[in-house]
């Protein structure tokens, strides 16, 4: 490849700021996928850098994140636009000397596509590996440049959205050094000007994260489930880190199903992910998405509720929790009492608007402490909609009841558990998408805090799979 070609592709892999990023659950979802369709034990998405091969999501592979830019394998692949197949390594005369080739784990069968731009640019690759010498057909060669197609797509969603928030970072920047006598809604209306790249037209199948992160000193459980299996849904949630110790998660309802709203639910999930990691306030992330949803003609009229919220460790083994609300229905704070019950109180922002209806929305924040032995509740309608076998909604003041005879101390897992359980219980739980998360802060004399998850997805094989994880740190 001649320098000035290098030059220009190592650009476009700047471009997208996409290497050293912490892990995706939509690329590891690749990854995953292509082992799979191709029975084979590894499968890469690499990204190629001056001096190395960046592994952005691997499966099969543990404990690896880059190996050198040696030639024979990904450093080759990246230099064509077709699928690069060596059914047996150790008869290719490039390919025989890779470390992946020659060392301990000794690949004899390797395919790649490459990660192409919209402008030509190769990134990386899509990649499946195998340890015995194999051939694939030219529909499966297809089939993995497809992959590949899904992780430009994704690529090209993260960049339009972080391009949007540094542009209304920005902007609210210069606005405010203008106008420092007005008020804050005033100032929020203007910024509602900006104009905002058009997102990728490809829907995302990844809504939700496929797993929780482990927290120290915090419980987390999830559980999530689609009004049919036959219906892509629209509510979301999520918890990441955001720096300096502190962890950002988030969860919301995008108005209406089907494949329109997933689109809305994926644009949201990365402009909250891509807000929270250039500002970490829960407003200014709030603010961001109205801005993004108003501004994409793609979106049309439909808009969103959710709940932001910004987790700072504290000095008691507890969490300073700030909450921002779009719309949402309210989080519940669930405390033990001194007579061995449970205190239960709704967490409302006075004056959060919904999000992505109406430009001059405002939005607001509360902070409350989470201390050993409590919990918070957070969810979406689907939950306080559903109706019992007289015909009537559950409503806030059925959640409300159930919730006080919950056990104390409060568990995040028990708490879902419990909770699905309920759902269960209701005829009428299908004219709605639900998604619960719950945290807890486990007592100092409990045992270490983990993860519980739970899940209903009608991406599983049918509409009522449960899926468990449990990952504890001490």
């Known amino acids: 490849m001649a320098a000035s070609a290098e030059a220009a592709r190592m650009a476009a892999v700047r471009r997208y ?27 890469t998405v690499t990204i190629v850098d001056e001096d190395r091969i960046w592994f952005k999501a691997t499966h099969g592979l543990e404990g690896v994140s880059e190996i050198g830019r040696d030639p024979g394998l990904c450093a080759s692949a990246v230099l064509t636009d077709d699928t690069t197949v060596i059914p047996d390594t150790l008869l290719d005369p490039v390919a025989c000397s890779n470390p992946l080739v020659a060392g301990p784990m000794g690949v004899r069968f390797y395919a790649a596509a490459p990660i192409i731009t919209a402008d030509g640019y190769r990134l990386g690759t ?116 955001v720096g300096g110790g502190r962890w950002a998660f988030f969860l919301g309802d995008v108005c209406g199903k089907g494949a329109e709203a997933a689109s809305v639910t994926s644009l949201t999930r990365y402009t909250l992910r891509a807000a929270a990691l250039v500002d970490a306030d829960p407003t200014a992330a709030l603010k961001a998405l109205n801005t993004a949803l108003l501004l994409d003609a793609a979106v049309g009229t439909r808009f969103c509720t959710a709940i932001f919220g910004l987790l700072d460790p504290a000095p008691d083994g507890g969490f300073t929790v700030t909450l921002a609300t779009g719309g949402h229905p309210p989080a519940y704070h669930l405390s ?56 009537h909604m559950l409503d806030d003041t059925g959640l409300l009841d159930f919730l006080a005879h919950r056990p104390a101390p409060v568990s995040a897992g028990a708490l879902i558990d419990d909770t699905v359980a309920l759902l269960d219980t209701l005829p009428d739980t299908e004219r709605d998408d639900v998604a619960l998360l719950a945290l807890s802060v486990p007592p100092p004399d409990a045992a270490p805090a983990g993860i519980t998850t739970t899940v209903h997805s009608a991406a599983a094989p049918t509409a009522d799979v449960s899926v468990g994880q449990e990952n504890r740190r001490p």
């Open 17 to 43: 700021d996409i290497l050293d990023t912490p892990p995706d659950g939509a690329y590891d979802r690749v990854a995953a996928l292509a082992a799979r369709l191709f029975e084979v034990p590894v499968a």
């Open 126 to 241: 899509v990649n499946v590996l195998d340890t015995r010498p194999r051939e694939i057909s030219e529909a499966d060669s297809a089939t993995l440049a497809d992959l590949a197609a899904v992780v430009r797509d994704q690529l090209e969603l993260r960049l339009s959205a972080l391009h949007v928030v540094r542009a209304e970072q920005e902007r609210r920047k210069v606005e405010q050094e203008k106008r420092q006598a007005e008020e804050e809604a005033r100032q929020r209306a203007e910024r509602d000007k900006a104009a905002i790249a058009v997102f990728a037209s490809t829907l995302q199948r990844t809504l939700v994260p496929p797993a929780l992160p482990a927290v120290s000193g915090l419980e987390l459980a999830c559980h999530y489930k689609t009004a049919s299996p036959q219906e892509v849904g629209g509510d979301f949630y999520d918890v990441f880190p």
């Open 336 to 391: 033990p009492t001194e007579e061995g019950g449970v205190r239960v109180e709704a967490v409302r922002a006075k004056g959060g608007m919904l999000v992505g209806a109406i430009a001059e929305a405002t939005f607001a924040s509360r902070t409350l402490h989470l201390a050993p032995g409590q919990g918070l509740l957070l969810y979406t309608d689907g939950l306080t909609e559903a109706r019992t076998a007289d015909g």
